[in-house]
């Protein structure tokens, strides 16, 4: 992107404008600073003693080997005030970026398989999101997900836990190590949570074949595909998707981060554009992938030649895509256009 006083037209545009982030796990917004802090009050030790040492285990050759330094780090966190902080971090970091609306994933299996109290959990990420329109001019949701490497059991244990939260938990999610834990694993708790009145989605097709989706889609009954990269491998599965207006949400410094995609250019989102998917741009685990909503943005736009239309519409859907009701959703999306249209003037 040409640079003019240090800072593109293009990234001004990606920065400034209104914006929801859709595909953000909590926990993957816990920076070293932040960690550092709560394992030395909690007292946990962490096998880190400083900055440098935490970034230099970021190094990650694949799904797992992220995984299991993402879970050794959520160790540190034990009391809702540990939660609250890690919420409001984000929430701070986010607002300067342009996003206007967060719908916020959190794993609970990850911290309740420790020892720590499912209510302590979201009692501490509500306590910032309760507050986050008025602190930061941010709306938000909540979404939980289901760890996929565990059992359905577990799911539906946790699942019982949440009914005491239908009012601070909108909808229910899947994710973790996607091959060989297909969404059919996990039919039962995902039919039981809509009946509970709970959204759906999961992540499907980043890492495993376009069959998961068309499962999440038909099995599950998801409205909105995380990832879903592997949906161009399937010329009907794309037709599908074009055609019913489904959400995808792209991740693609995260993606690159595990080595699904040799390069930026290899990655889908401009061939999933041109197909006319209902595809936005999001973080994933920004702490440990290297940059925020903005800084995925303007990787993609750098890496792929992305142009000023394509960015628009990536934008625009990011809040089409989102569960706001009509009429938040119809204020939001005034807002944008009216600032779009300034900003090109």
């Known amino acids: 992107m040409p640079q003019r006083g240090g800072t593109s037209r293009l990234e001004r545009m990606i920065t400034e404008l209104p914006k929801a982030e859709l595909h953000l796990h909590l926990e993957g917004t816990f920076e070293p600073e932040l960690l550092l802090r709560i394992a030395k009050r909690n007292g946990v030790p962490i096998g880190h003693k400083s900055l440098a040492e935490i970034r230099k285990s970021y190094r990650f050759t694949d799904l797992q080997s992220f995984l299991d330094i993402y879970y050794a780090a959520m160790g540190a966190l034990m009391e809702d005030e540990d939660f609250r902080e890690l919420t409001d971090a984000y929430l701070q970091k986010a607002a300067s970026q342009g996003v206007r609306h967060a719908e916020i994933f959190f794993d609970p299996q990850a911290h309740t398989g420790r020892g720590v109290k499912f209510d302590k959990v979201v009692t501490g990420i509500t306590a910032a999101l309760s507050k986050s329109q008025r ?188 569960f706001l009701e009509d009429g938040p959703r119809a204020r939001l999306l005034s807002e944008f256009d009216g600032a779009a249209r300034r900003l090109k003037a």
């Not at 973790?176 to 297909?182: A, F």
């Not at 055609?243 to 792209?250: C, E, G, I, K, Y």
């Not at 989102?269 to 920004?286: G, Q």
């Open 135 to 322: 602190n930061y001019g941010i709306s938000s949701s909540l979404i939980m997900c289901f760890l996929r490497d565990l059992s359905a059991a577990s799911a539906e244990e946790t699942l019982d836990r949440a009914l005491s939260f239908k009012d601070e938990i909108s909808t229910v999610g899947l994710d973790s190590k996607e091959i060989g834990n297909p969404p059919r694993k996990f039919e039962r708790v995902f039919r039981r949570a809509r009946k509970e009145g709970f959204g759906a989605v999961a992540h499907a097709g980043e890492e495993a074949p376009p069959e998961y989706v068309w499962e999440a889609l038909d099995v599950l009954k998801i409205s909105r595909v995380d990832h879903g990269y592997r949906s161009m491998e399937d010329p009907k599965l794309v037709k599908r998707l074009a055609v019913d207006r489904t959400p995808l949400t792209a991740c693609p410094l995260a993606s690159l981060g595990v080595h699904y995609f040799e390069s930026i250019s290899d990655f889908p989102l401009k061939r999933m554009l041109d197909a006319n998917l209902l595809v936005s741009v999001h973080s994933d685990d920004p702490a440990y992938f290297g940059g925020y909503i903005v800084d995925n943005y303007v990787a993609a736009c750098r890496g792929l030649g992305l142009g000023e239309k394509e960015v628009l519409t990536l934008l625009r859907n990011s809040i089409d895509s989102s």
